[in-house]
């Protein structure tokens, strides 16, 4: 069974910190990684969306991801309280028969 | 471009009824998928919809259904309500098979 694994935090920063957040993945045929960030109470917003090792930037957010260690994270840099969500990774194989398989999310709370 | 739309946003059923939920893909985006979504057990998938063909189905009970009209256009039905369908059910919209765009969701409590 596929799994994507996340911590559930809550992961605390103070403001203007670099936030990072995991992700470990279980199907080593998995092609495509994305991240989303859901505020409580709306759906899921996609932030990211990686396919090769190593570093994909957008603004303040870099995803990276290693593909040989299972493993995929998003780093949020300058933290501002608008970023406090929950922030899920989600897993997809190669072609159209796959279905992404998601995290349980973990909690960002981004201080003053 | 406009975005994933769902209807109705909120509903309130007794246990037994059935529901029906709409979802209208951004323009141009032909596979649909749904989510189920609960504090306990994260986001679940449903169904996808490519096309107006079924192609992919979660682990849920026979009691969740769905189906694509031409226009990509999307329903999904639950008969014979439980309370543990109380759930955010939303869709999902993808251009290439790969990146969804989730709409706001309909929230179903069973009461």
């Known amino acids: 069974q596929k799994e994507v694994e996340q911590n559930s935090g809550p992961l605390s920063v103070p403001e203007g910190a670099i936030a990072s957040l995991n992700c470990t993945y279980s199907?080593?045929?998995?092609?495509?990684f994305f991240w989303y960030r859901q505020y409580s109470g709306k759906s899921p917003e996609l932030i990211m969306s990686?396919?090769?090792?190593g570093d994909k930037e957008d603004g303040r957010f870099t995803a990276q991801l290693n593909k040989a260690s299972q493993y995929v994270s998003l780093l949020i840099r300058d933290s501002q309280p608008s970023d406090s969500a929950t922030y899920l990774c989600?897993?997809?194989?190669?072609?159209?028969?796959?279905?992404?398989?998601f995290g349980r999310g973990t909690s960002l709370i981004v201080h003053p | 471009k406009a975005g994933v739309t769902q209807t109705p946003r909120y509903l309130i059923k007794t246990r037994g009824q059935q529901v029906t939920l709409s979802c209208s893909p951004i323009?141009?985006?032909?596979?649909v998928s749904w989510y189920q979504q609960t504090p306990g057990q994260g986001l679940q998938f449903l169904f996808e919809?490519?096309?107006?063909?079924?192609?992919n189905k979660g682990n849920f009970p026979g009691r969740f259904s769905g189906r694509q009209f031409s226009n990509s256009r999307s329903e999904m039905n639950v008969s014979t309500l439980e309370l543990g369908d109380s759930a955010l059910y939303l869709c999902?919209?993808?251009?290439?098979?790969?990146?969804?765009?989730f709409g706001p969701g309909t929230r179903l409590t069973v009461l």
């Open positions: 999902a919209s993808s251009l290439n098979l790969d990146e969804q765009f």
């Open positions: 199907d080593r045929v998995s092609q495509s």
């Open positions: 990686i396919y090769s090792n």
């Open positions: 989600a897993v997809k194989g190669s072609g159209g028969s796959y279905i992404p398989t």
């Open positions: 323009s141009g985006h032909r596979s």
């Open positions: 919809y490519f096309s107006e063909t079924q192609r």
